[in-house]
């Protein structure tokens, strides 16, 4: 009777065991379901790079449904939405994208974007998450859109301190800004920056803001001012087409200042309309988000996971960091949402809620953005700001700087 | 005072450029009374055109102007006969709106053959521009001012003084009455298109000369409309005036007030000057004026 009892317990256990062993499984393959909605542009100013952003995103949600997504049992769908880039058709798209997915967040591309939801996502209760600089139209408290990195005027102050550090001296930097007022981000980029040497005459001497068309006829006379001005760097974060005219209006002028682009019109793309990126030799890039150079680093080494691993094609390039660490970032609010509140029922206010609850550490992002800290006072963080400058030496984009503090700025 | 000459100079020399793509305009208008919307695509289409003959082909610039300049003029003929010829002796309106469902679809094509990368455009002028003591004049608008010059007073003859250019003339007056008159109404047309694609691509080439290329190069299609109206749609000749006062109007905005003003008012001024023309002189300087009998 007492062996009976003892393998009769043991059967019990053994079927238990079994039962419990098989039941994990079943658990995380009954994976709860979250939809994301990705805005995109494939046909619009953007085409070109849309791909490579588009599958540099794309694969790192599938990278974390296999693994971290996988642990906690949830899955994350996307669908992407073909917006032009234009602020009537997202307009027009988001009913249908609302009903149709139900998204727990919205992946955005730019301004756009930003201009279109910008009063519908706090009443639909859906955070939207940006890969681009931050706007200065849209720094307002209780956002429900995002940035991961400061405003593009943050990350040019940002260049400008360093540069002026790396000169010497005490004198402040003279620079001139290129823009355009084809878009109100154009705009805000340049207003940004008069703020920034308003408030700091000893650092920063604004010598013009010129505005242009956004493919401009000929930037030789404004090139010229410009070095007679004296200015020691042109600031231009519009479009690869105006840093192609100002570099051959330079080049007429037989002047050698040099330019500094944001990430969307960076070397790689303002080189290869160019020509080749021996032209930018001396020139740099400057943003919040990692440089994608030759240099082995954490972000690169992420990247080639998603290469080998998840069947990335995207070349390491500016384009592709940008969609990694947008949907890096993402991904990790989210795991912070469900952290917190369980893989069940998780809803746009809980991941709003998740992105002010816990910072996002660097090594959450694999070093593609630093640690992150959102306050509801603006839609990217006020505090512990750090740009990455590359640069273009000897015909290759190489570091030139990494974790460059940015000065303050006030809202404007 | 030197930098001031420049700035009308180079001025002047851009209004040229905005007269040769005009010149797209006029020359289809004059022979169809068809507004062409898709003007600004026709300089795209002939931006690809010369980007794929140099850049893809790889052929020298010899060779390949030439073969562009052929190949933008095929593309025109086949626009005209594919889009417009059915509508002969229909209302002109239908025509401009074919234009305007031109500029779409011209578009689309570019995309759907080209992509929508950013390519460089090959340097078919110098980039070294001419210094003339202090002054320094960019080498792709001078060799540009003079191609538009010479343009303007080649059509005015051919339009003024020729047979077939009188022809045209006709055959915007009136479709059915210039066929009963045993006039070409679709080779004239045809002929038209096959022009504005050239002097597009002749465009094209003075304004992407080492720059860019991309949709936003239609643009300059905008930019050229109002010297178009400025001089009077009828009017080859006018638009080289009307190019140099836009041009040099724009040039010392640009240089002079939008500094002190912080804006772009530059870009506004040829859109200010085009609708003060069209409520004083709503025909143009040197459009024509007609007096219809009821």
Avoid: C
Avoid at chain 1, 165 to 185: N, T, Y
Avoid at chain 1, 200 to 223: F, G, N, S
Avoid at chain 1, 301 to 318: C, E, H, I, M, R
């Amino acid at each position: 009777m007492t062996y009976l009892s003892k393998s009769g317990l043991g059967g019990l256990l053994a079927a238990g065991t079994l039962a419990l062993a098989t039941a994990l499984p079943m658990k995380a393959q009954a994976e709860t379901t979250y939809n994301l909605a990705l805005l995109s542009d494939f046909s619009g100013p953007y085409a070109d790079i849309m791909p490579i952003l588009a599958s540099s995103r794309e694969v790192v949600f599938d990278w974390w449904n296999a693994t971290s997504g996988k642990e906690l049992g949830v899955k994350l769908n996307y669908k992407n939405y073909e917006t032009r880039y234009d602020a009537a058709q997202v307009a027009s798209l988001w009913p249908g994208i609302k009903s149709e997915l139900a998204p727990i967040a919205v992946v955005g591309l730019g301004g756009p974007d930003v201009a279109a939801l910008s009063e519908r996502l706090p009443e639909d209760k859906i955070p939207m998450f940006m890969a681009t600089a931050a706007y200065g139209f849209a720094w307002q408290p209780d956002s429900w859109i995002f940035n991961p990195r400061p405003t593009y005027a943050h990350e040019a102050a940002g260049f400008l301190a360093w540069m002026r550090e790396q000169r010497g001296g005490d004198e402040p930097i003279k620079f001139a800004v290129l823009s355009s007022e084809a878009s109100p981000a154009y705009v805000d980029m340049a207003k940004g920056l008069e703020v920034y040497t308003e408030e700091h005459p000893e650092a920063a001497d604004l010598v013009e803001v010129i505005y242009t068309d956004v493919q401009p006829t000929d930037l030789t006379a404004q090139m010229r001012r410009v070095a007679r001005s004296g200015a020691e760097a042109v600031i231009i974060q519009t479009n690869t087409s105006i840093v192609v005219a100002a570099k051959r209006g330079l080049q007429a002028n037989g002047a050698d200042i040099p330019i500094m682009m944001s990430s969307h019109n960076g070397l790689p793309a303002s080189g290869k309309a160019l020509g080749g990126l021996a032209q930018l030799e001396g020139d740099f890039e400057a943003y919040g988000m990692v440089i994608a150079a030759d240099e082995d680093t954490e972000a690169r080494q992420f990247y080639q996971t998603l290469v080998s691993d998840y069947g990335l094609k995207a070349p390491w390039n500016v384009v592709t960091a940008m969609g990694i660490s947008q949907a890096l970032y993402t991904v990790a609010v989210i795991e912070h949402a469900i952290e917190e509140n369980g893989a069940e029922g998780l809803t746009g206010e809980l991941v709003r809620e998740a992105l002010f609850a816990k910072p996002i550490t660097s090594e959450e992002t694999h070093g593609f953005l630093p640690s992150l800290t959102f306050t509801p006072e603006a839609p990217f963080p006020l505090k512990g700001l750090k740009v990455n400058v590359g640069t273009v030496k000897d015909g290759k984009i190489t570091i030139a700087a990494t974790g460059v503090d940015v000065p303050d700025l006030s809202k404007w | 005072m030197v930098y001031f000459i420049n700035d009308i100079i180079t001025g002047a020399l851009i209004g040229l450029l905005y007269a040769l793509v005009a010149m797209g305009f006029v020359v289809i208008y004059r022979a169809s009374k068809v507004f062409n919307f898709a003007q600004g695509e026709l300089v795209i289409i002939g931006g690809f055109i010369v980007w794929f003959t140099t850049m893809q082909l790889g052929l020298s610039l010899w060779l390949s102007i030439p073969l562009s300049l052929v190949l933008a003029g095929l593309v025109g003929y086949l626009i005209e006969r594919i889009f417009l010829t059915k509508l002969i002796g229909e209302s002109v309106f239908s025509m401009v709106m074919v234009t305007v469902g031109l500029l779409i679809l011209l578009r689309g094509v570019v995309l759907l053959l080209f992509g929508a990368s950013v390519r460089p455009f090959p340097i078919i002028f110098p980039l070294k521009p001419l210094f003339l003591g202090d002054m320094l004049i960019p080498m792709n608008l001078l060799i540009g001012g003079i191609i538009t010059i010479v343009a303007a007073v080649g059509l005015s003859w051919f339009f003024n003084r020729t047979r077939s250019g009188l022809r045209m003339t006709a055959v915007a007056e009136d479709h059915v009455v210039a066929a009963s008159m045993g006039i070409s109404v679709k080779g004239s047309i045809a002929f038209a298109w096959i022009l504005g694609a050239i002097l597009s691509t002749i465009g094209a080439m003075i304004f992407l000369s080492g720059k860019s290329l991309t949709f936003l190069a239609s643009d300059i299609g905008f930019a050229a409309l109002p010297v178009a109206l400025f001089a009077g749609l009828e009017s080859i000749g006018g638009l080289v005036l009307a190019g140099i006062i836009i041009g040099v109007i724009q040039s010392l905005t640009t240089n002079y007030l939008d500094p002190i003003i912080g804006g772009s008012l530059g870009s506004v001024v040829p859109y200010i000057i085009m609708l003060a023309i069209l409520l004083i002189r709503p025909t143009g300087l040197f459009g024509w004026r007609t007096i219809e009998r009821v």
